[in-house]
């Protein structure tokens, strides 16, 4: 994944510091930087997050130009060899890189038999090293056109006064302020100093200098392109009360739900949906990947109670290899927080090839995910920090809600307006993470829509805690999973649903019976009798049937967000992941 930003302008260290410190939630493995000064280059790397990169700075700050990078690693063990920036071979050139080069091999070993010299394993160095000497526009462009798979690069030189970049399928963006430009992953860089920006397109490459800004198209002819205004709020949130942004989130559920309804119940909010006919399509697919695949898979529940069309939810990793019927008469929907995940990228861009439409939900409206789409639609959860999507979920199964009753003409916003979320029982949930936290094995069981929220609330535990989790639908059990039940294995059982709730029932006195232990989520009054299988309960408020999955999850993210705590982790930022996944 990795970000990148690139600074001329005074303070150029405070300014990539600040430009890293917006991209951490692209990686954080390692940071560093470059500062071109004098014809010297000064680097100063740091293997874990931004922080530990501006405790090894000194005061001192420079006018002129810079790059920098924080990292999630693809290639290469996690040490400062492999940090970024890179240099070509003869140290003139640094180069900063978010993306995979898929031909890194041929090229590397290309270039080693010409006495190239590699200290590092990734595939960002390679770039590096197919430079050296004077850095050109010329130059740029015979090295891109070697190239295969994913990049943003900015790019500099001792020598020169400008900033190289070149973007192929990872985002990038360029910008001007009134004193200062910018190259960067994402507009939340230099929104605060720049009014507009543009957005560099594949295959696009150029450079910027206290000149101005030159964009080239594929062909290599200049690109006179139109700017665009920075109307989105960055505001960066901060965590408040709170320790974490994670509790924050998930306390900010009725917020969410209150901006959905603001902006839902506008006139406008379905303008682009205007000419829309969903009678025209055949087949419905709702895509995406974690937890907005899990949205999706609530969705595909509301969909189906209301429109006469089949609807199937994917992976969208696992798309292209379904063999699905795509056609005109397909609308596919593709759910995504951040709007930059690759894999539904791909996806989308594979659908497209066989003319369906398709309709984004998205988070970040200005991301590359809806500036591909057809149609796109904004969950309204503002921004979300913390690693594990939660807001962000609820969101996206809110606006799917609406999205189903506004395709049937249903009322879609009296049942939202006379609603609030409840934030679950902490006297309770404290206690349960407290007992659960030195497990190591946990299950989740469910059926129907409390299947999926078993699904979501495992991978939420697994992502934070680091504890091995998974989630069975509670009739599957006997089919194989139970063999893994074992003396004291916790069985967290989600159960909202009164027409199977006997079924079951069955199913956790099958665990129960093969020494698992029993803690159960559930809105269903219980007897004594039934009480005492389960060693914890945890009550969830009831609600209209198609809210339920979502009032459930609440209790069951700060379950995940609890145990994390106890094990002394921190939930924000869990090990090997990041926020904005734009790596297939
Ligand atoms: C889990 C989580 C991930 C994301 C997934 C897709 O808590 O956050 O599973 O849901 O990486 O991300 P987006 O929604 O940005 O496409």
Known sequence: MCGIVGYIGNNVKENLIKGLEKLEYRGYDSAGMVISNNNEFIVEKAVGEVEKLKKKL?????????IAHTRWATHGEISINNCHPHFSSDGNVALVHNGIIENFENLKSYLEKNEKYFYG????EVIAKMFDGELSLNKIK???DKLKGAYALAIISKKNDEIFFAKNKSPLYVAKGDDCFYVAS???VFSERCQEFYSIEDGEYGCISVQGIEIYNKEGKINEKIAKEIDFDFTTSNKEQYNHFMLKEINESNKVLENIIAFYEKEEAFENLKSFDVKKYNRIYLVGCGTAYHAGLIGEKYFKERLNIDCFTRKASEFIYQNDIINENSLCIFISQSGETADTISALEYVK????TTLSLVNVTYSTLASKSDY????????????????AYLAQCL????????FIKEDFLSVLKDFQFDYGNDDLIIPLAKHLHNHEKIFFIGRGFDYITALEASLKLKEISYIF??????GELKHGSLALIDNGLPVIVIANDESCFAKTLNNAYEVKSRGGELILFSSIDIDKEIENNFKYIIPINKCKDDLMPIQTIISLQKLAYYVAVERNLNPDKPRNLAKSVTVE
């Open 353 to 356: 090839n066989f003319n369906a």
């Open 142 to 144: 015979d090295v891109i």
């Open 121 to 124: 394993q990734t595939d960002s």
């Open 399 to 406: 606006v799917l809600l609406i999205l189903a009753k506004y």
């Open 58 to 66: 000194n005061d001192k700050d420079y006018t002129g130009l810079g």
């Open 469 to 474: 989790s998974c989630a069975e639908c509670s």
């Open 186 to 188: 994402d507009p939340s």
């Open 376 to 391: 796109v639609l904004n969950i309204c959860a503002g921004q979300e920090k913390a690693v594990a999507s939660t807001k």
